[in-house]
């Protein structure tokens, strides 16, 4: 029997949680962490439900479709946290434990997304 893998709904929430907290705690003053927040909320938001259609694919074909959509997301929201830190919107120690959980995430999706295209295997 094959073991089933963990739910990532409750995972890829607390993700977003943790995004919007992040959004909400740049300066309003700041024009560049404003507009690199937005991009970074939109798509760090987006990798849960991305994740719960995934979850409700009608065939294989949808599932790895959005599994697909969840890694481009959470890769996409790798890259404007890494922007937050190198324009020095936000200190780097204090997006260590949040830019960890993307790359997690990443590798996560990445064996879901072979996985499921290679063997046919779903969630």
Avoid: H
């Avoid at 879901?112 to 295209?117: A, G, H």
């Amino acid at each position: 029997m094959s073991e089933q893998p963990p739910d990532l709904k409750p995972r890829t929430k607390q993700f977003a949680i943790r995004i919007v907290k992040l959004y909400t705690a740049l300066p309003r003053t700041d024009v560049v962490a404003q507009v690199l927040g937005k991009q970074v909320l939109r798509s760090g938001t987006s990798v849960g439900a991305n994740y719960r259609e995934a979850s409700r694919a009608r065939s294989k074909a949808e599932f790895i479709s959005k599994i697909g959509d969840c890694l481009k997301e959470i890769d996409e929201t790798e890259y404007w946290l890494e922007l937050l830190v190198d324009t020095g919107c936000v200190p780097p120690k204090r997006m260590d434990d949040l830019l960890d959980e993307t790359r997690q995430l990443i590798a996560i999706f990445t064996t879901i997304d072979k996985k499921s295209k290679y063997t046919g295997r779903t969630l």
